[in-house]
């Protein structure tokens, strides 16, 4: 059981969310016309632009890119060699893409191909270019310099008259007519872009005669741009040098040539770039290799002021020399230091009178010297001797010491001499020890100088050698220049027509066609903020009944429902009556149950022509009904039943029986048959003068006291509710109200006074009817219309009842 009601209100749900599909879409269905019409609209507008757009061709190229394999050229590899450019990097494809795109590179393509200058054979439909410019049958030559021309901007005619002449065709500035001026062929023809001479292109022009022809001069960078946007460059692979080259133009000749130009334009700019490059880098180079080798002829200079100030060859050996001479040079020092030391102490010893013996053989110089001190010391011996045998005057012996003393005189002067000899000998050792220390000092620091200058000599020496093998290759490099594109397939075209596509038009068409109404329609239900049928009024208003809806009538319609009518306006009341009587009788309201004021937010909204309708529906049933103008401001009723015989006649009606109390309810209320239809109605009266209190008086009370207990029904027609306050002062002689709104008229924020009354309850027993309503837009039912009604058939089913 519990699967079985899970499984309908899933059903439910699904048919819910079907409907609301439905409900979104169906405005357009209903608009299906205004589609359709429209499609054919933009199918004829497409048709015309296919008859008369110029058609479009495809040229395609393809280039592969050898420089852009991460190797710079040759003159990038020099400069990054010699430290001027760092960090170098390949330019990428997306790179080369937009160099080809470029504004300057397209500039160069137009002005070679002439595209600035344009001319044209008038057609009945198209125009035939002439391209290249040199199959134009005629030749115009300017003045003006390029300059100008190139961002001039001109058009003029010319119809060839016979082989001399031409009517020459153009607008004045300022004027809004052309002018004609008869010219001849050669001469100058004075244009606001300067003097121009216009020759045939054939030597007979007989051909062209009565041909129009017409010039037009573009800016350059106007064109340019044109052509930049509409060339489609691409890579081939994410990872290719391969780039493809597409361009759609009305002429296949122009497109190709356009394309290879192009490209012979890109590579031609390359070799330029290159090229220079490869010269600046010589230049550069050259310049340097002059500076270096002025800085290597002035450190060649300074090596040779050195070593000729300082009178060195090589400060290495004559550094060793001047070490082993110092060391000799010690050691003769040492060694004549000793000596006169010697000297010294022979010296000491010959110098007293005592006969002691000195040393000999001590390894002095002055061999005299030694052979004295050993006779002197034989003759010490022999008198040492004679001593032991004699004694001191021994005439031997005092010849001895004479001969010893004469010696030893002899021995002392030479010992002086020496001694002499011995420190001049040191004074010199010790001067030329001086000086070679000297120079043994100065060593270091001319080793260091002479270390610097030939180190720099060096790099001097090396950068110099560098540079003169970069020049060479720098001039290899500037012979050896190639082109950054290696073209694989020049351009080339199919000569089929790829603009206007005619399916693609057409379909465009079709899509522009259904989207115009789409849009006028979805923006018009956008700012609608009015009720068009039941559901949207259900919608704003959740707790207040809606009875039903009533159809829009045309002018054709009867406005008054009949006895036994059968139309769609008869129903439509029968079904809020039944919904009446079904709400009436499950509320119960003790007193008034069977009164029922009729009334609105707003006049306009159909108030009267419900009341009358719904008293007659009423009546229709059997039941003795009245109908009640209350709205006596603005009286309605008698309008609508004007021409209807009355059985009475009553001249007064609700007015004058509030405001004379001798006026009897009997003598206000006639007796009507309206469409064979009988009920009683009370008029409004005159309008007076204070409707407001006319209707506060005591008598409403007794009037709706009576009619309650003499009718089955009274319908009570009351004045707009939030405009006046005639409705709210008797609102509590009604048991119901029925509150009518206006499809198409009715505001949304309109209502909330509407439901302001209900939540307040000023209004007995609110119900809502939604009134003149499109029978498209009917909420319930609208689909399958009205029981028993004839069936109204679409267009192709009427086309084939007749068949």
């Known amino acids: 059981m519990g699967k079985s009601i899970k499984t309908k209100n899933n059903i439910n749900k699904s048919q819910q969310e079907e409907f609301d599909l439905k409900k979104t879409l169906l405005p357009y269905f209903r608009n299906w016309k205004w589609f359709v019409l429209s499609c054919i609209v933009f199918i004829i507008l497409a048709y015309f632009n296919l008859r008369y757009a110029t058609p479009e061709y495809n040229a395609y190229a393809k280039i592969m890119l050898v420089n852009n394999d991460g190797v710079a050229n040759p003159a990038e590899n020099i400069l990054n060699d010699i430290g001027q450019i760092s960090n170098v990097e390949a330019k990428a494809i997306e790179d080369e893409i937009e160099v080809l795109k470029s504004r300057k590179l397209m500039t160069g393509v137009v002005e070679r191909l002439d595209l600035n200058i344009q001319f044209f054979a008038k057609g009945r439909i198209y125009d035939s270019q002439f391209f290249p410019n040199d199959k134009a049958p005629i030749k115009v030559n300017f003045i003006a310099s ?197 000297i010294n102490y022979m010296k000491n010893q010959v110098g007293d009178n005592s006969f002691d013996r000195i040393p000999s053989n001590v390894g002095l110089s002055d061999a005299s010297v030694n052979s004295m001190a050993t006779k002197y010391n034989e003759l010490l011996d022999n008198r040492d001797r004679l001593l032991k045998s004699s004694n001191e005057k021994n005439p031997i012996i005092v010849n001895l010491d004479q001969q010893i003393n004469n010696l030893k005189d002899g021995l002392r002067q030479t010992l002086n001499n020496s001694a002499k000899t011995a420190t001049l000998r040191i004074n010199s050792l010790e001067n030329q020890s001086a000086k070679i220390s000297s120079k043994i000092f100065a060593v270091p620091g001319q080793v260091r100088k002479s270390r610097d200058i030939e180190r720099e000599q060096g790099i001097k020496e090396s950068l110099y050698l560098y540079l003169l093998q970069k020049r060479e290759e720098a001039t290899i490099a500037l012979i050896s220049t190639s082109p950054n594109a290696k073209i694989i397939d020049a351009a080339h075209s199919e000569g089929m027509q790829v603009a206007p596509k005619v399916s693609i038009t057409y379909i465009a068409a079709v899509m522009i066609g259904l989207c115009i109404p789409f849009v006028f329609f979805y923006v018009r239900d956008l700012l609608d903020n009015k009720i068009h049928n039941k559901e949207d009024l259900e919608e704003l208003i959740k707790d207040i009944t809606v009875l039903g809806e009533i159809p829009r009538i045309s002018g054709n319609d009867k406005s008054v429902i009949e006895r036994n009518d059968r139309s769609v306006l008869s129903e439509s009341f029968r079904i809020i009556r039944t919904n009446f009587d079904y709400i009436r009788r499950r509320k119960g309201v003790e007193k008034y149950n069977n009164v029922v004021f009729v009334t609105s937010t707003i006049n306009g909204e159909g108030k009267s022509f ?29 309008s609508a039943i004007n021409g209807k015989k009355a059985k009475g006649n009553s001249k007064i009606g609700l007015t004058e029986y509030l405001a004379d109390n001798s006026v009897l309810l009997e003598n206000t209320i006639n007796k009507y048959d309206i469409n064979n239809i009988g009920m009683d109605i009370l008029l409004s009266g005159k309008v007076p003068p204070n409707p407001a209190e006319l209707l506060m008086n005591s008598r409403v009370k007794d009037l709706f006291d009576r009619v309650s207990e003499l009718y089955d029904y009274v319908v009570v027609d009351t004045a707009p509710s939030m405009l006046v306050t005639d409705t709210l002062l008797i609102s509590e002689y009604a048991g119901h109200t029925i509150y009518l709104t206006r499809a198409d008229h009715t505001e949304n924020k309109i209502l909330n006074f509407a439901q302001e009354l209900h939540s307040e309850n000023k209004l007995n027993g609110m119900m809502l009817v939604v009134n003149d309503v499109n029978q498209s837009n009917f909420g319930y039912g609208a689909k399958y219309g009205y029981y028993g009604a004839p069936e109204k058939k679409g267009f192709f089913r009427r086309k084939k009842a007749k068949a």
């Open 146 to 342: 390029d300059s100008i021309i190139n961002k001039s901007k001109f058009t003029f005619s010319l119809l060839v008259t016979s082989d001399t002449t031409f009517d020459f065709i153009h607008t004045p500035v300022g004027a809004l007519e052309p002018t004609t001026e008869h010219m001849l062929f050669g001469k100058n023809v004075s244009t606001p872009i300067g003097d121009i001479v216009i020759t045939p292109n054939f030597r007979n022009a007989s051909f062209l005669k009565d041909q129009l022809l017409y010039v037009n001069i573009k800016s350059i960078e106007t064109l340019a741009e044109k052509y930049r946007n509409k060339i489609l460059i691409s890579s081939a692979g994410e990872f290719s040098k391969v780039i493809n080259l597409s361009l759609d133009d009305p002429s296949v000749t122009r497109a190709k040539a356009i394309l290879n130009t192009l490209v012979d334009e890109y590579n031609r700019i390359s070799i330029d770039e290159k090229s220079m490059k490869s010269n600046n880098t010589a230049d550069f180079i050259n310049k340097r290799i002059n500076l270096i080798a002025t800085d290597l002829s002035k450190v060649d200079d300074e090596i040779e002021q050195f070593k000729t100030g300082n009178k060195l060859t090589n400060i290495t050996s004559e550094s060793d020399l001047y070490l082993s001479t110092n060391a000799a040079t010690e050691e003769k020092l040492a060694q004549s230091r000793t000596e006169l030391s010697m």
């Open 610 to 638: 419900f009341s009358l309708n719904m008293a007659l529906t009423l009546a229709n049933t059997g039941k003795k009904v009245l109908l009640v103008g209350a709205d006596v401001r603005n009286p309605q009723i008698y």
